[in-house]
T-cell receptor, first 113, second 115 residues
Framework: DAGVTQSPTHLIKTRGQQVTLRCSPKSGHDTVSWYQQALGQGPQFIFQYYEEEERQRGNFPDRFSGHQYPNYSSELNVNALLLGDSALYLC????????????FGSGTRLTVV | KNQVEQSPQSLIILEGKNCTLQ??????????LRWYKQDTGRGPVSLTIMTFSENTKSNGRYTATLDADTKQSSLHITASQLSDSASYICVVRGTGGSSASKIIFGSGTRLSIRP
């Protein structure tokens, strides 16, 4: 049974570029949450998707957007990249209504130069 | 403001020794508290979860305690092993409102085990 799969594992982009990160949730999970984790910090909530809709959003600018597909997989898009966007981006899947029983992926390490 | 604070920020101990990590929170009302282990470059993995009515929960060499009155939790690791080197993150979930935004992560304690 596959857990949460994220791709790519590492990525280097230039300031001003756009990036798309991908996440496949754990089998049976229908909800995907995205987090940004700066070095030495705890994860910060970006947004959560369920039924292809953004349900909740953290304190992140509109440059951060997402999508969820009918198969529950999800994408995180970041436009106009800034140096400060360099971080580990974590995807967590869960079953809606079961609280915080999250399963995390291994993350995508994004470096903006 | 809902916060989760962990101490120490980092800790180095010798293999075989015990250690205790601390977590203080102000999240209210409170639903549950989890401790996660995060290896470098990997996603967090849940170690324990406790509701306000639970005082202690064990998972192998990991024992978590919770004092809901003082809003403090600790994670005790016994007979440490080299593989315990990781960041340990305390995560507190509040109740009410939207669930995801009520989940507050601490900054973690970076534990290094030396041979």
């Amino acid at each position: 049974d596959a857990g949460v799969t994220q791709s790519p594992t590492h990525l280097i982009k230039t300031r001003g570029q756009q990036v798309t990160l991908r996440c496949s949730p754990k089998s049976g999970h229908d909800t995907v949450s995205w987090y940004q984790q700066a070095l030495g910090q705890g994860p910060q909530f970006i947004f959560q998707y369920y039924e292809e809709e953004e349900r909740q959003r953290g304190n992140f600018p509109d440059r951060f957007s997402g999508h969820q597909y009918p198969n529950y997989s999800s994408e995180l898009n970041v436009n106009a990249l800034l140096l400060g966007d360099s971080a580990l981006y974590l995807c967590a899947s869960s079953i809606l209504g079961t609280g915080d029983g999250y399963t995390f992926g291994s993350g995508t390490r994004l470096t903006v130069v | 403001k809902n916060q989760v604070e962990q101490s120490p920020q980092s800790l180095i101990i010798l293999e075989g020794k015990n250690c205790t990590l601390q977590c203080n929170y102000t999240v209210s009302p409170f639903s549950n508290l989890r401790w996660y282990k995060q290896d470098t470059g990997r996603g967090p993995v849940s170690l324990t979860i406790m509701t306000f009515s639970e005082n202690t929960k064990s998972n192998g060499r990991y024992t978590a305690t919770l004092d809901a009155d003082t809003k403090q939790s600790s994670l005790h690791i016994t007979a440490s092993q080299l593989s315990d080197s990781a960041s340990y993150i305390c995560v507190v979930r509040g109740t009410g409102g939207s669930s995801a935004s009520k989940i507050i992560f601490g900054s973690g304690t970076r534990l290094s085990i030396r041979p």
